[in-house]
């Protein structure tokens, strides 16, 4: 493998850096304090083309590896992970279109983000089936014209409620069913110029095909505020055949393959926060002074400050050699990209959590940055599979 980036990948880091750096990070911390979400970023990263990254050539005209897709999510959320969280998720919602549907669906329900800012829900998650897929109860059910009907309740499902397509896993003929089915359900879209660009309460979508679409009121969370989560309910809604991706019967086969090329964006997400997180330390431990030296001068301190650097290059090594094994179809690829997951997302939670401590107390007032890596940390440790279940996937591996 080897380390030196191509002349594209160089390109869509330098890009993303001025990106993040101009546009991002200097108004990071008023745009978290009032929970707004970014339209105006996501608008400009989709004209920088840094959004829809897992769309295949045939529709967009190029394509974008799985190495550069997770060197530009890593630098995305050295800005904000609430925001790379939202881009990542169009990707989550439109790859197994990407890898499992036909020409037919690729130009049908891929189009519209290439020729539009338009956002997409993955929608997966149950209250009652996070991590276990199989209890999920959403359901499709053949309806005397042929047709099937959808009905259920997916939760914690990101860009909800500005989302212009949904991507479902649903149980296929009754709740209690053994196959689990894709379906998408394209809706009314929503645009960043819209008259209503800030969404906070809950809204209802009738769907002109039939059927109708919750959205319940954005959810109040502890960290990546900056990304939309809300719960989505699913009324009666109608199902045409080509709506269906795949083998009606193989949705769990789907679930593992899109969790495969996730898992590694997210690691990316937990590297970009975890290197932030170090930056931001050294920066001030570099000109905060206590006992007449320098902080980052401390050898405790510094000790401190040896061991985040560690785990953000090991993270960030694990990191490359996932997104190599997801790039290469590896028929391996599953376990590598869940020790990324892991590795990244502890790196993330340890850098945050140790540069507040050196931080001292003023890490602990919100208007330092590094308050919210703390709150931003977290749920890297949870979505896409909590750090139990990756242990999971690998010891079932190894053994």
């Not at 869509?12 to 970014?38: C, G, Q, S």
């Not at 400009?44 to 840094?50: F, V």
């Not at 209890?135 to 959808?150: E, F, N, P, R, S």
């Not at 939670?349 to 540069?355: I, R, T, V």
Request: with cysteine; hydrophobic share 40%.
């Amino acid at each position: 493998m080897d380390f030196t980036l191509t002349d594209s990948q160089q390109m869509y880091l330098d890009t993303v850096n001025r990106f993040v750096k101009n546009e991002i990070i200097p108004h990071i911390m008023a745009r978290e304090k009032n929970h707004d979400f970014p339209w105006d970023i996501i608008q400009k990263a989709w004209e920088l083309g840094i959004l829809n990254l897992s769309i295949p050539e045939s529709v967009k005209g190029y394509e974008v590896d799985v190495i550069s897709t997770a060197l530009i999510i890593r630098e995305l959320s050295y800005g904000d992970t609430g925001i790379s969280t939202s881009a990542m998720c169009n990707d989550l919602a439109n790859t197994v279109i990407a890898q499992h549907g036909t020409d037919t669906q690729k130009e049908l329900f891929l189009k519209p983000f290439v020729d539009g800012p338009i956002l997409a829900s993955f929608c997966l998650t149950e209250p009652g089936a996070g991590s276990d897929n199989s209890a999920m109860t959403t359901y499709i059910k053949k309806a005397a014209d042929g047709k099937y009907l959808l009905n259920g309740a997916k939760c914690f499902i990101t860009n909800a409620s500005y989302a212009s397509q949904f991507t479902v896993f649903c149980k296929v003929g009754k709740p209690s069913s053994n196959f689990i089915a894709c379906v998408i359900v394209p809706a009314p879209r929503v645009l960043p110029w819209d008259p209503v660009s800030q969404i906070n309460e809950s809204k209802d979508i009738s769907l002109p095909g039939g059927g109708k679409i919750i959205i319940g009121k954005p959810e109040d969370k502890l960290g990546q505020r900056l990304s939309n989560t809300a719960t989505v309910t699913f009324e009666e809604v109608v199902i045409e055949s080509d709506q269906i991706i795949g083998d009606r019967r193989m949705g769990f086969k789907y679930i593992i393959d899109v969790l495969d090329y996730a898992r590694p964006m997210v690691a990316a997400i937990g590297v970009g926060l975890a290197k932030r997180a170090l930056d931001i330390t050294l920066a001030y431990t570099k000109q905060r002074t206590q006992f007449g030296q320098r902080i980052c001068d401390l050898p405790v301190a510094r000790e401190t400050l040896v061991q985040m650097w560690k785990k953000v290059e090991l993270a960030e090594l694990s990191l490359l050699k996932a997104a190599f094994k997801v790039q290469e179809k590896a028929e391996d690829r599953g376990i590598y990209a869940s020790l990324a997951k892991n590795i990244a997302a502890e790196a993330a939670l340890f850098c945050a959590n140790e540069g507040l401590h050196l931080h001292g107390g003023y890490g602990f007032m919100t208007e330092y940055e590094i308050s919210k890596l703390v709150r931003d940390a977290h749920i890297i440790d949870i979505y896409e599979g909590v750090r139990e279940v990756q242990n999971m996937i690998i010891g079932r591996e190894i053994v």
